[in-house]
């Protein structure tokens, strides 16, 4: 039997906004603070898994208030990326902040298991895989790439900026951005066959 029978395999899609939204009233119903900012700055963020699970209290929040646009050290590429992070995501910050406690060099998502370390990229995708279960989407089509793709892909489709999405991504070339959403060629023509000259 082949190993891939039954799996989903290929890149995962992104969230739409309804389940993007859906996720939100759920984690707000079950008063999961943590998961709530967590997922928000996924969204937000548009980070690699291992990126997301590594930013401390500093890189959100100064002078008691959270930050408006933040910025990180990349871990695979070394490189800086902006982001901005939405009032929502804001105020979901600054709550399980406010539960949490900590200093500035304190990790946003301490790990349960491991003192003093923060949430591993494992654990991140299991709770990711509890969100979408919790909506009713299956766990195997969804995983952390997804949340990255999210925003991004919202974002291609309400403008069609290329140029923009892969400057958000950090990505150097336009072939990579392209590969990355899924442009294919019918996304090309719709645009195309709207315009007369």
Not at 41 to 54: E, H, P, T
Not at 90 to 115: C, F, H, I, Q, Y
Not at 161 to 170: E, G, K, P, S, T
Request: hydrophobic content about 35%; aromatic content about 6%.
């Amino acid at each position: 039997m082949p190993w891939n029978k039954g799996r989903f395999i290929g890149p995962k899609p992104p969230l739409t906004p309804k389940q993007v939204l859906a996720i939100c009233l759920h984690l707000q119903r079950e008063q999961r603070l943590r998961d709530l900012a967590l997922f928000d700055l996924a969204i937000d963020g548009k980070l690699r898994g291992c990126d997301l699970v590594r930013l401390t209290i500093g890189h959100l929040v100064v002078n008691g208030a959270a930050r408006h646009r933040v910025t990180v050290i990349q871990r695979k590429t070394e490189q800086p990326v902006r982001f901005e992070l939405t009032d929502e995501a804001r105020e979901s910050v600054l709550a399980w902040l406010e539960l949490r406690g900590g200093t500035l060099d304190n990790d946003v998502s301490p790990s349960r298991s491991r003192k003093g370390q923060h949430l591993s990229t494992r654990q991140y995708a299991r709770l990711l895989g509890e969100w979408v279960e919790a909506i009713g989407l299956g766990r195997s089509a969804y995983g952390t790439h997804s949340m990255r793709r999210t925003k991004v892909a919202f974002i291609y489709k309400r403008t069609g900026n290329l140029r923009a999405v892969q400057i958000l991504l950090d990505h150097t070339k336009p072939e990579s951005t392209v590969r990355y959403l899924g442009v294919g060629a019918e996304d090309a023509l719709t645009p195309s066959e709207a315009t007369e000259i």
